[in-house]
């Protein structure tokens, strides 16, 4: 027989999922599988290993990886203290070397990513890149997180800064940077950022408490938030737009759009 205080602290373990509503009551809660539990537990153990300096942290920038988002990103992660693999499917970019002048990094452009994850921590996808590549399913069974630059550059973010993001299909840009203007005329010390042409990793660092991030995403991006949460999030419209990315499914596309609802 459960009482009061039980119930409550089930709902607040984190190792317990939730069931759709249309089970019954009775199923509703139920715990994590063995393996579930002993692979979270394995990312907390690593990375207290990395706190105490055990286990030095890693990221992996993905295939197709080292655009402008990859290239902040990498940056990023290395002034946190991070060993940064760099991968692309070209084993070349033109500018790339200059643009990483002044960070150490491993250099494996046109390698393999699966050739790649065994003892890194984190990877970081292009937003080119699906979320259920099977190279980035491998990381996850692997345990590593995976995640896009909007999340990365979300966490280093203060978190007294507000997010204002703005998605849709058509007109993103425009309504980015009008939106932008509006809070500067109201005074407030802002950014606009995203997919306008700066990655939120670029100027996260330099996010105040009290700042507004008016950041422009994109379906691409959202597919692999976890802990980002927008203030306030518009969506301007949805057409069919990227399908192809989106394994030629409509809802696959709507439901990345809306992830922005969700968090």
Known sequence: RRTK???????KDPLIKIRPATQSRR?????????????RYKIKIRAAARRLKFLPPRTFVS????????????????????KVIINDMKSEISGLQEALKDIEYVNAMGQEPETLLDGVDLLVLSPVIPIFKPFARKAQDMGIEV????????RYCHRGAKFVCISGTNGKTTTTALT??????????TFVLGNIGIPITERAMEVKDGDVI??????????SIKSFRPNAFG????TEDHLNRFQYKMEN?????????RH
């Open 180 to 189: 932008g203007e509006l809070f500067k005329a109201a005074g407030k010390r």
């Open 27 to 39: 199923s509703v809660f139920t715990r994590a599988t063995p393996m579930e539990t002993a692979l």
């Open 214 to 223: 008016v950041a422009e995403v994109a379906a691409l991006q959202l597919e």
């Open 63 to 82: 295939e197709s990886g080292m655009a402008k988002s990859g290239i902040a990103s990498a940056i990023l992660l290395y002034k946190n203290g991070y």
């Open 147 to 154: 995640i896009g630059e909007i999340e990365l550059g979300y």
């Open 5 to 11: 205080k039980s119930t409550v602290i089930r709902k």
């Open 253 to 261: 596309y709507i439901a990345a759009k809306c992830r922005g609802f």
């Open 235 to 238: 969506m301007l419209n949805i």
